[in-house]
């Protein structure tokens, strides 16, 4: 054992050694807490956060994915003792924080967020939070604050000389049996996540969910049965893939109103209930119930649905008088691909944008272009043709450009909606074969997921075999999971 005077001696040498050694070592040695790491990653979550990707349901869903997957990988590294690293892959789409509306060409580019993708494999927080900040593009100048006014690392060299632990001989972990981290490491990069294989590790914990939620299905569709009939509503939804236990609950607060309410809830036949985060009529008719609402805002709803019949006539004028401003294009509201916006709001923006179109008298000639569609978004800087041929408009559209984008795309415009048909057929009917093939209860995508991709997906699904599969739930989504209810989530691009 050390003596009292030896270890201060110790500790005096130690202290003296650390002078001498590069700032950025001394940077690394500092213990970077969850608190911090949070506060350094602030500009990456300003960039990616789900609410601001509003008006883009794909992207949005993508992020919150993949913010799950971070959140549990930063905390396992907190966690005392957690040695068992896989390298995780994630995918974020970026806000840019200046527009770039100079090539309305590019539809993805210049939509004001990029995809970023990148594998986090490191094993402590600092490293982890500079990883992430310049696979993002963003400043890691910040940094330094956490750590006083010393300097940052600023060099992938000086970041990868000390972001491992010490590297003891071979002949180390052979004697006492430990693992070799850093053989552990490469070994899991050499083994990629294929399908087949997450399926064995998680084919268990799927069926075990799966069996614990039929009870819970089961009540869900009573209760969604008697509503619908009870009150003759079109249909009832869900804007998120709530569980079904929670879904369960918003539908027995529904029912519990409509007996305390029957009257209010009697404005509401032949409409569709949608649950979602706020309570309104939606841009299409539907009454959106806030499930963070009380039955006191629920009622209200209900009581001035009788109330939304002129505006909703309003709207379809105004709808009608941009259209014939554009040569006969169609304006829509798709609610799969767009937020959910409330009636006001959306009268709003297209109020807006008529007046816009009308005051730049744009030479459309008259049903130039009947039988095309577009929809407008707030959030975008320049207009964009999607796959399945409806133009995506920005509200704020310099109407010069917006004239030449839709008259020089408009027959491959014409090209996407033939193709959009022939595209929901074949879906359908690989969504068919693939269900019979494999015996599943169920197969469905995420709202995220193109058409394009999911037969892409099902098409090589069809080709392999998959035992494990057999009476499942399969949802075909951008990353593995399995849900809550058991559900088991598949990337559209699965490896084999």
Same mark, same amino acid.
């Given at each position: 054992?050390?003596?009292?005077?030896?270890?201060?001696?110790?500790?005096?040498?130690?202290?003296?050694?650390?002078?001498?050694?590069?700032?950025?070592?001394?940077?690394?040695?500092?213990?970077?807490?969850?608190?911090?790491?949070?506060?350094?990653?602030?500009?990456?979550?300003?960039?990616?956060?789900?609410?601001?990707?509003?008006?883009?349901?794909?992207?949005?869903?993508?992020?919150?994915?993949?913010?799950?997957?971070?959140?549990?990988?930063?905390?396992?590294?907190?966690?005392?003792?957690?040695?068992?690293?896989?390298?995780?892959?994630?995918?974020?789409?970026?806000?840019?924080?200046?527009?770039?509306?100079?090539?309305?060409?590019? /539809?993805?580019?210049?939509?004001?967020?990029?995809?970023?993708?990148?594998?986090?494999?490191?094993?402590?927080?600092?490293?982890?939070?500079?990883?992430?900040?310049? /696979?993002?593009?963003?400043?890691?100048?910040?940094?330094? $604050?956490?750590?006083?006014?010393?300097?940052?690392? /600023?060099?992938?060299?000086?970041?990868?000389?000390?972001?491992?632990?010490?590297?003891?001989?071979?002949?180390?972990?052979?004697?006492?049996?430990?693992?070799?981290?850093?053989?552990?490491?490469?070994?899991?990069?050499?083994?990629?996540?294929?399908?087949?294989?997450?399926?064995?590790?998680?084919?268990?914990?799927?069926?075990?969910?799966?069996?614990?939620?039929?009870?819970?299905?089961?009540?869900?569709?009573?209760?969604?049965?008697?509503?619908?009939?009870?009150?003759?509503?079109?249909?009832?939804?869900?804007?998120?893939?709530?569980?079904? @236990?929670?879904?369960?609950?918003?539908?027995?607060?529904?029912?519990?109103?409509?007996?305390?309410?029957?009257? @209010?809830?009697?404005?509401?036949?032949?409409?569709?209930?949608?649950?979602?985060?706020?309570?309104?009529?939606? *841009?299409?008719?539907?009454?959106?119930?806030?499930?963070?609402?009380?039955?006191?805002?629920?009622?209200?709803?209900?009581?001035?649905?009788?109330?939304?019949?002129?505006?909703?006539?309003?709207?379809?004028?105004?709808?009608?008088?941009? $259209?014939?401003?554009?040569?006969?294009?169609?304006?829509?509201?798709?609610?799969?691909?767009?937020?959910?916006?409330?009636?006001?709001?959306?009268?709003?923006?297209?109020?807006?944008?008529?007046?816009?179109?009308?005051?730049?008298?744009?030479?459309?000639?008259?049903?130039?272009?009947?039988?095309?569609?577009?929809?407008?978004?707030?959030?975008?800087?320049?207009?964009?043709?999607?796959?399945?041929?409806?133009?995506?408009?920005?509200?704020?559209?310099?109407?010069?450009?917006?004239?030449?984008?839709?008259?020089?795309? *408009?027959?491959?415009?014409?090209?996407?909606?033939?193709?959009?048909?022939?595209?929901?057929?074949?879906?359908?009917?690989?969504?068919?074969?693939?269900?019979?093939?494999?015996?599943?209860?169920?197969?469905?995508?995420?709202?995220?997921?193109? /058409?394009?991709?999911?037969?892409?997906?099902?098409?090589?699904?069809?080709?392999?075999?998959?035992?494990?599969?057999?009476?499942?739930?399969?949802?075909?989504?951008?990353?593995?999971?399995?849900?809550?209810?058991?559900?088991?989530?598949?990337?559209?691009?699965?490896?084999?």
């Amino acid at each position: 054992m050390l003596s009292t005077e030896m270890f201060y001696r110790w500790g005096m040498a130690t202290r003296l050694s650390l002078k001498k050694l590069p700032l950025q070592f001394v940077i690394q040695m500092r213990a970077l807490s969850g608190a911090d790491a949070v506060n350094a990653l602030r500009p990456f979550y300003f960039a990616v956060h789900p609410d601001f990707f509003g008006q883009h349901p794909r992207e949005r869903e993508v992020n919150e994915n993949s913010l799950k997957r971070l959140n549990g990988y930063l905390e396992n590294l907190q966690k005392p003792g957690f040695s068992s690293f896989k390298p995780t892959q994630l995918t974020f789409y970026v806000r840019d924080r200046e527009p770039n509306p100079s090539n309305v060409q590019e /539809s993805f580019g210049t939509s004001g967020f990029r995809a970023v993708s990148f594998t986090l494999q490191t094993r402590d927080l600092l490293s982890t939070v500079l990883d992430i900040l310049n /696979s993002c593009s963003l400043s890691t100048e910040h940094v330094q $604050s956490l750590n006083g006014s010393v300097e940052t690392l /600023s060099n992938q060299g000086a970041q990868r000389a000390f972001s491992r632990p010490i590297k003891w001989d071979k002949t180390y972990y052979s004697f006492t049996g430990f693992k070799d981290p850093e053989e552990e490491l490469e070994q899991a990069q050499r083994m990629e996540t294929t399908l087949s294989s997450w399926l064995d590790n998680n084919e268990v914990s799927a069926i075990k969910k799966l069996k614990n939620s039929l009870p819970l299905r089961k009540e869900l569709d009573r209760l969604k049965g008697e509503l619908s009939h009870q009150l003759q509503l079109s249909d009832i939804r869900w804007q998120r893939s709530w569980g079904i @236990a929670h879904r369960c609950s918003q539908l027995h607060s529904l029912s519990r109103l409509a007996q305390q309410s029957p009257e @209010a809830l009697r404005n509401a036949k032949e409409r569709t209930v949608i649950f979602t985060d706020r309570s309104g009529v939606s *841009a299409t008719g539907h009454v959106m119930l806030g499930t963070m609402d009380v039955h006191h805002h629920w009622t209200k709803i209900f009581e001035r649905l009788p109330s939304y019949s002129t505006l909703q006539r309003k709207l379809l004028i105004l709808e009608d008088r941009v $259209s014939h401003l554009l040569g006969g294009i169609q304006i829509t509201y798709i609610e799969e691909l767009q937020p959910m916006l409330t009636l006001e709001e959306y009268y709003t923006i297209l109020d807006g944008f008529y007046n816009r179109v009308r005051n730049s008298r744009l030479p459309f000639h008259p049903r130039s272009l009947r039988g095309l569609q577009m929809i407008l978004e707030s959030d975008r800087y320049a207009p964009s043709l999607h796959e399945l041929g409806h133009f995506i408009i920005p509200t704020v559209c310099d109407p010069a450009t917006l004239q030449w984008f839709i008259i020089t795309k *408009a027959q491959e415009a014409r090209a996407n909606l033939e193709r959009k048909e022939e595209l929901m057929v074949l879906e359908k009917e690989l969504i068919k074969a693939s269900t019979e093939r494999f015996s599943l209860h169920q197969l469905y995508k995420e709202p995220s997921v193109s /058409s394009v991709q999911m037969i892409h997906s099902c098409k090589r699904l069809l080709k392999e075999s998959l035992p494990h599969l057999q009476g499942t739930r399969l949802c075909i989504s951008h990353f593995y999971s399995v849900l809550q209810d058991g559900d088991l989530c598949i990337p559209w691009n699965w490896k084999k």
